[in-house]
């Protein structure tokens, strides 16, 4: 147990300006805190991040004290922070949502959700789900066997929903067939034409039949970076003759009153709820006709896509939504309802399998920055003996230093300087690759052209209209931060598919960010780097951040990440899984660390390339020998190196 909660600050308390005239407030906004943070996540007077797990801000907790508190605990950096108070949150958000549509628009039946397992399998995640969903019977979406294992060992509620996606063989529609009798409440959807003679035959062998369901393709067009889950070509789903066929076939063999759901999917991230409007409208139209042909329906899974609004513009935008989770329910409810009461039949009870929008904003990633990489800020002094090309960088560096002083600033004057500063360093490079130009002088020539660009900066005014080239000379001096993480482990999205995440300083905010930076990661890969960054509706490939200090973390967290980050994550150059730990607020103010998972060793991920860690060991010990008999090694540094070795198999993957 552990006490890091601050006490609940004012809003006019918490924009006090600090000594260097910043306030909070401007982080806030500068880093879109305000906009995506919602009630969970702001900044306190500290000018540290501020975390509201169940969205109350009288029970807050301080993350930088938080991560300080979990280093005693040997929980090393990078870490991942689960706040399960959240998890529940969200979850309580989303049925609330349906409940007020309900009421809303007199919907005469109810909602029943499922978490996508795929979205997050991790065991305490789908573990504290099933917890804090049993009161309103919410259930679990799989899309293999080894997801419907962990499915049929966790719920426990009979009336919870266990829907079955996915491919199908044979043991997977006997198994979920098995699962009925068990007294759980499989869904077998239906996404492949030849599924209906595997569960036609499962059926006749185990005399016993599944609760089956129909995933439709629909015409309806997508958008997004998951459009093409949904229209003619999507990867799942029967097409319209598809699924009159599957009705006759299930009705020959007496399995159509077994045909109880209609499933659909628009996507992953939906970002224009005009999207959700058109294949809702098409879809309860399919149903009414299901209804029409002799199956007696009961449920209708609009399947996942409720978006999560990473960069809080509420804008169309892959990391954007145009509308709100209130949005998204009363759409799904007043929409089926109007088709159903139009056609005269009974609404059915809503499904839907809303995973990132559940899991996004439950966990943290913080990481610490190791280094940096930036230009030098000396001017080198002169030499009588410099060549034309450094003796015309000094004398344009002069020229720009006089512009600067002028009260009015002469655009084109300094277009034109800078237009020759980056003449001149071109000129050196040229004398350099041709052998005219000694290694000191082309220094000397590049550290002139920056410091051109340093002064230009300084004097070029922001709210201007000033040429291109001039805009783009903060990029040119942007620093590296090196962070102690593994893109391709914690954020593959960033990498594979260029998802936006918020990622910010998790103190320091009421300091003004003096920077502009990305981050290149441990691994020996280009790509392994976070170059883009949320800003309000676009995308900048800086980000503001602040000078480091002498023997003083600069500690980075990675927001909204809680969905597909852990699962999808790989061992590029073997770095593995970082620590994780699960946070509850308690009694008095006070959190209590649920779980703690620890992150892979080296010795964990040599073992999932297939290499013993023994075999390796006793190969190096073998070699050191060796050594010793060439007495290039003395015994001492041979016992040294192998309890080095033999220790760090045992230690993260991570630098400590």
Not at 105 to 124: D, E, L, S, T
């Amino acid at each position: 147990m552990a006490n890091a909660v601050t006490a609940s600050k004012s809003p006019m308390e918490e924009s006090l300006p600090s000594e260097n005239n910043w306030t909070i407030a401007e982080s806030s906004a500068l880093y879109g805190l305000d906009r995506w943070g919602g009630k969970y996540f702001s900044i306190n007077k500290l000018g540290h991040i501020k975390v509201s797990p169940n969205g109350e801000p009288s029970q807050s907790l301080d993350l930088m004290a938080l991560v300080k508190e979990l280093e005693s605990r040997n929980l090393r950096l990078p870490l991942l922070i689960r706040f399960d108070d959240i998890l529940e949150s969200r979850l309580e958000e989303l049925n609330n949502a349906f409940k007020q549509a309900i009421v809303t628009y007199r919907y005469k039946g109810i909602y029943q959700g499922v978490f996508p397992i795929k979205c997050n399998q991790q065991r305490h995640v789908v573990e504290e789900l099933m917890t804090c969903g049993r009161k309103w019977h919410f259930g679990l979406e799989v899309g293999s066997k080894a997801e419907l294992l962990i499915a049929l060992s966790l719920i426990e509620d009979t009336k919870a929903l266990l829907i079955c996606n996915g491919y199908k063989d044979q043991k997977y529609i006997e198994t979920s067939i098995l699962a009925r009798k068990l007294g759980r409440k499989p869904v077998i959807v239906i996404e492949q034409i030849d599924e209906v003679e595997r569960i036609i035959l499962g059926s006749k062998q185990l005399g016993a039949a599944p609760l089956i369901g129909i995933r439709a393709k629909l015409s309806s067009k997508g958008s997004g970076r998951w459009g093409t889950s949904i229209g003619e070509n999507a990867k799942f789903g029967l097409s319209i003759p598809d699924i009159l066929t599957t009705v006759e076939k299930l009705r020959t063999a007496n399995l159509l009153n077994e045909l109880k759901l209609l499933h659909f999917h628009v996507g992953s991230q939906i970002n224009d709820i005009a999207i959700l409007k058109d294949a809702l409208q098409e879809a309860s139209q399919i149903y009414v006709e299901l209804k029409r042909l002799g199956a007696p329906m009961g449920y209708l899974d609009v399947g996942g896509g409720l978006g999560v609004d990473y960069d809080g513009s509420q804008t169309a935008t892959t990391a954007s939504t145009n509308y709100s989770l209130q949005n998204y329910a009363n759409d799904v409810v007043a929409t089926i309802q109007e088709c159903c009461k139009s056609n005269g039949i009974e609404v059915p009870t809503l499904v839907s399998e809303s995973g990132r929008a559940i899991a996004s904003h439950f966990s943290v990633l913080v990481f610490n920055i190791l280094g940096t990489d930036s230009l030098c800020n000396d001017i080198p002094l002169e030499n009588k003996d410099e060549c034309a090309s450094v003796r015309n960088l000094r004398e344009t560096l002069s020229i720009i230093k006089e512009l600067s002083k002028n009260s009015e600033i002469d655009i084109s004057k300094l277009q034109e300087a800078w237009n020759d500063a980056i003449k001149f360093k071109d000129d050196a490079r040229v004398a350099f690759r041709l052998g005219y130009l000694g290694l000191h002088d082309r220094a000397i020539a590049e550290e002139l052209s920056w410091a051109c660009a340093r002064e230009l900066v300084c004097c070029v005014p922001h709210e201007e209209l000033i040429p291109e080239e001039l805009k783009t000379l903060r990029s040119s001096l942007a620093s590296t931060y090196y962070a102690n993480l593994s893109i391709f482990r914690s954020a593959p999205d960033t990498w594979a598919i260029e998802q936006l995440f918020p990622i910010m300083p998790i103190h320091r905010l009421n300091e003004e960010p003096d920077q502009l930076g990305s981050f290149a990661d441990l691994t020996c890969d280009s790509d392994g780097k976070l170059g883009r960054f949320i800003n309000n509706g676009k995308i900048k490939h800086l980000l503001e951040l602040h000078k480091l200090k002498p023997n003083e973390d600069y500690l980075i967290g990675m927001f909204l990440g809680g969905a597909y980050q852990e699962v999808m994550g790989n061992l590029h150059n073997l770095f593995g899984s970082t620590n994780a730990v699960h946070i509850r607020l308690s009694t008095k103010g006070k959190y209590q660390v649920d779980h703690v998972v620890r992150g892979n060793t080296k010795s964990d991920v040599l073992q999932a390339m297939e290499h013993d860690p023994e075999q390796l060991l006793e190969r190096l010990r073998m070699a050191s020998e060796s050594a010793i008999q060439l007495g290039t090694l003395k015994i001492k540094d041979a016992q040294r190196l192998m309890e080095h070795l033999e220790n760090t198999l045992h230690q993260s993957t991570y630098l400590q």
